[in-house]
T-cell receptor
Framework: NAGVTQTPKFRVLKTGQSMTLLCAQDMNHEYMYWYRQDPGMGLRLIHYSVGEGTTAKGEVPDGYNVSRLKKQNFLLGLESAAPSQTSVYFC??????????FGPGTRLTVL | RKEVEQDPGPFNVPEGATVAFNCTYSNSASQSFFWYRQDCRKEPKLLMSVYSSGNEDGRFTAQLNRASQYISLLIRDSKLSDSATYLCVVNFPSGTYKYIFGTGTRLKVLA
C-alpha cells in the first residue's frame, strides 16, 4: 500500500496563476482532508470530505476549491494564487473520525 | 483563548531524561484526543490516541484530564530519536469530523 500520496511535491507559482494539488489514498478511507501548515500557526483545515461527491469548508477555505469525484482522490484547486497561499499543504485521510494518515506534503511558493 | 494550546518549547533534555508536555483545549464537549509526532519537513504521524483511562505505549504515556481540560504526554528514558515536534490534536464535538491541531511542542534530546 502506498498510503496517502500527494502530487506535486514542490511548486512555484506566480501571483494569479492557477494550479491543482492531487491527493490519492489506497486505504479505502471515507474521509479526506486538506490542511495548510504555516510557521507558528499549526495545521489549519482548508476543506474536507466525508465521502465521494461530498465536500465541506474547514477553517480557512477562502481562495481554495475542492472536488471528490472518486473516493480515492481529493483535489485542491487554487484559481488565482496569492503570496498569502505560500505554505506547506498536507492531505490526510481517515477511515472514520479517528486516526488521520497524512501524505508527504506539497511545498508551494507563490511569488 | 486558543482552542488548543501548547507550549512551543523547545524542551532541551539529556538522553535518558523524562519529559512531559501538556496541551489544553477549550471545548469541553471534545471527545477524541491524539498526540502526533512531526519530524522536520515531514508529515505528522500518529503517536498515540488518548483515552479517558489513560494509555501507555512503551516509554510513552498519555493522560486525559477532562475536569481541567488538558491532555499530557510523558516520555521516559528519552532517546535522540525522540527529537521532533509533538502535536496535540482535539476533535470538535461529535458529528463535524473536524480536528484542531495545536502548534506543537518541540523536543530536542541532547547526547
Amino acid at each position: 500500500n502506498a498510503g496517502v500520496t500527494q502530487t506535486p511535491k514542490f511548486r512555484v507559482l506566480k501571483t494569479g496563476q492557477s494550479m491543482t494539488l492531487l491527493c490519492a489514498q489506497d486505504m479505502n478511507h471515507e474521509y479526506m482532508y486538506w490542511y495548510r501548515q504555516d510557521p507558528g500557526m499549526g495545521l489549519r483545515l482548508i476543506h474536507y470530505s466525508v465521502g465521494e461527491g461530498t465536500t465541506a469548508k474547514g477553517e480557512v477555505p477562502d481562495g481554495y476549491n475542492v472536488s471528490r469525484l472518486k473516493k480515492q482522490n481529493f483535489l485542491l484547486g487554487l484559481e488565482s494564487a496569492a503570496p498569502s497561499q505560500t505554505s506547506v499543504y498536507f492531505c490526510a485521510s481517515s477511515l472514520q473520525s479517528d486516526t488521520q494518515y497524512f501524505g508527504p506534503g506539497t511545498r508551494l511558493t507563490v511569488l | 483563548r486558543k482552542e488548543v494550546e501548547q507550549d512551543p518549547g523547545p524542551f532541551n533534555v539529556p538522553e535518558g531524561a523524562t519529559v512531559a508536555f501538556n496541551c489544553t483545549y477549550s471545548n469541553s464537549a471534545s471527545q477524541s484526543f491524539f498526540w502526533y509526532r512531526q519530524d522536520c519537513r515531514k508529515e505528522p504521524k500518529l503517536l498515540m490516541s488518548v483515552y479517558s483511562s489513560g494509555n501507555e505505549d512503551g516509554r510513552f504515556t498519555a493522560q486525559l484530564n477532562r475536569a481541567s481540560q488538558y491532555i499530557s504526554l510523558l516520555i521516559r528514558d528519552s532517546k535522540l530519536s525522540d527529537s521532533a515536534t509533538y502535536l496535540c490534536v482535539v476533535n470538535f464535538p461529535s458529528g463535524t469530523y473536524k480536528y484542531i491541531f495545536g502548534t506543537g511542542t518541540r523536543l530536542k534530546v541532547l547526547a
